[in-house]
Each structure stands twice: as structure tokens, then as C-alpha cells.
């Protein structure tokens, strides 16, 4: 009897990861969170470097990798778009996309990221670790923006 391979068995569509969520701050301060370098850092990566303008490449900076993206699009105050690469080789690349619209007094951000082939290798590890990276992320920009808060448990 043999064990059927549970990759080849998943749904060939590709997957994304999308998130809303309410903040109380502004379209344009929120926006500013994710194109201002200094604000990224304040609560993404530990370090940006370039200056996340249309048409440039920086480098998102952890204590234990450099990502580069490439934005796409900048529309403040309603939209932020980069592409980036995922580990071990940088060979899959899926598209972050960040929508804000005015809700009564503050924002809702609707962030999309993919697509995700989890038929391809490192795509389902992938796909798993932005589902699990993302909440956690847009829950430390919340807490920066609304609350001046950096919930990280380290900055690293």
C-alpha cells in the first residue's frame, strides 16, 4: 500500500493571504507606516534600507535574513504595493498589495499577499509562514500607529 504525497494531492490553485482590520488612525498615517522607511522599521523589519519609493528596491533587514522588494505602487493615501522573495532561495516571489479606505474615524487596511503555488517546492512553507507572519505583523503596526507601541518581543 503506498501513502499518497500530500503536496501533489493539494488544490493547484494558487493561495493568498488576506487580512482586514480596523485602525483608528488615519488613511495618510497609515500609508505613511508602510512607504516611510523610519515608520517601517518601527514596527515591520528591524531595519530598511532604500527609501521605498515606485520603481526602487530596498532591503527589509531581520537579525536573521535581507529580503528585497520592489514597490510597485504608492497612492497615498489608498494604496501601497511591493513584490518580494521568499526563503531558502528567493525563488518564489508573491505580491503584497495594501488597500486603505476611510471607516468613520480611521482606516480599513485590507492586505493581500500571493499568489502561493503550495504545489511548488517551498511554496507550502511559504504560504504557512505568511499566514502565520502577517496577523502577527498587522497587529504590530496597529499597536504602533494607535498606540505608539512597539509589541515585538525583541527588536530584532
Do not use: K
Not at 515606485?54 to 497612492?75: F, M, Q, Y
Request: hydrophobic content about 35%.
Amino acid at each position: 500500500m503506498t501513502t499518497p504525497d500530500p503536496v501533489s494531492s493539494m488544490d493547484p490553485r494558487p493561495c493568498w493571504v488576506r487580512i482586514s482590520r480596523r485602525i483608528d488612525a488615519s488613511p495618510g498615517r497609515v500609508h505613511r507606516a508602510w512607504s516611510d522607511p523610519e515608520e517601517m522599521a518601527s514596527w515591520f523589519p528591524r531595519q530598511v534600507e532604500g527609501s521605498l519609493t515606485v520603481g526602487t528596491r530596498s532591503i527589509l533587514t531581520w537579525h536573521d535574513r535581507r529580503v528585497p522588494i520592489d514597490v510597485l505602487a504608492s497612492d497615498p493615501p489608498s494604496l501601497f504595493r511591493f513584490r518580494w522573495s521568499w526563503p531558502p532561495d528567493d525563488s518564489l516571489q508573491t505580491v503584497v498589495t495594501v488597500q486603505l479606505a476611510d471607516q468613520g474615524y480611521g482606516t480599513l487596511l485590507t492586505m493581500s499577499d500571493g499568489p502561493f503555488d503550495v504545489t511548488a517546492p517551498g511554496g507550502l512553507d511559504a504560504y504557512a509562514e505568511a499566514l502565520l507572519g502577517w496577523g502577527e505583523t498587522i497587529t504590530n503596526l496597529r499597536a504602533q500607529v494607535d498606540f505608539s507601541v512597539d509589541l515585538r518581543r525583541e527588536r530584532r
